[in-house]
């Protein structure tokens, strides 16, 4: 109850990153529908606050209160699954998360990923916040400086010609990234980057490494 909540209660937020929904034949990426379901339904019915990543940075960054039970919800990969399985749940529950985008997946146009078409109807949806991945989506953490800002650039610049949006947040493909990958999010001036080390988001922390907590099928249950 909120009388036994710790002061650190107010100024935190525990992130779950998705990639795959309801593919079971990655398990390893995927979690299964029934789970995310059922997921969905707990957040609902124990009144948790459901918050868009921008508001839980903001929040952060100028030291305001969150709700004790903060939660974002977060989709990275591109996969069609987000749309055709997650989506439909999200807008019943009136949810609001963010999909980080894999320019080449999409530009590729393979049956698994999400099209124009798809990334357009979410930049429409007054739940979605659309974010970035590299434009390619591979571990890209020891490579160079130029190919680093090159992914980025390419990203940002594809984005902005097919849909007029300037990403504001961005997902290190596979949670990785070095140094140098750190400062270049941050030059970039994002907003925020989030990560996939296990543990609650918090206002001291890392503001261009978030952590989050990876969903798939084996730590789905609830």
């Known amino acids: 109850n909120a009388a036994s909540a710790l002061p650190e209660d107010e100024h935190s937020a525990v992130i779950f990153a998705y990639s795959m929904i309801g593919e079971d034949s990655f398990p390893e990426q995927s979690i299964r529908l029934s789970q995310f379901e059922e997921q969905m339904q707990e957040l609902h019915e124990e009144d948790y606050d459901v918050l868009p990543l921008g508001k839980v940075v903001e929040a952060f960054n100028n030291e305001t209160a969150l709700p004790e039970r903060s ?80 992914e980025i650039n390419r990203a940002r610049s594809i984005l902005r010609d097919k849909t007029g949006i300037e990403a504001d947040y961005f997902a290190y493909p596979f ?35 978030l952590p989050r907590f990876a969903m798939t099928e084996e730590y789905g249950d609830l």
Do not use: C
């Not at 890209?140 to 400086?145: F, G």
């Not at 140098?180 to 490494?209: L, M, P």
């Open 71 to 150: 939660v974002v919800l977060t989709f990275d990969g591109s996969h069609k699954s987000v749309i055709q399985k997650a989506l439909p749940i999200l807008e019943r529950y009136e949810f609001p998360f963010t999909v980080f985008l894999a320019i080449d997946r999409i530009d590729m146009a393979q049956g698994g990923y999400m099209s124009w078409s798809d990334v357009k109807s979410l930049a429409r949806n007054k739940y979605a916040t659309i974010g970035l991945h590299t434009a390619s989506y591979r571990h890209v953490a020891e490579d160079d400086r130029a190919t680093i800002l090159s």
């Open 175 to 209: 949670g990785e990234y070095s140094t140098t990958f750190h400062d270049i999010i941050k030059e970039q001036e994002f907003k925020a980057a989030v990560g996939q080390s296990s543990g609650a988001a918090y206002k001291g922390s890392d503001i261009y490494d």
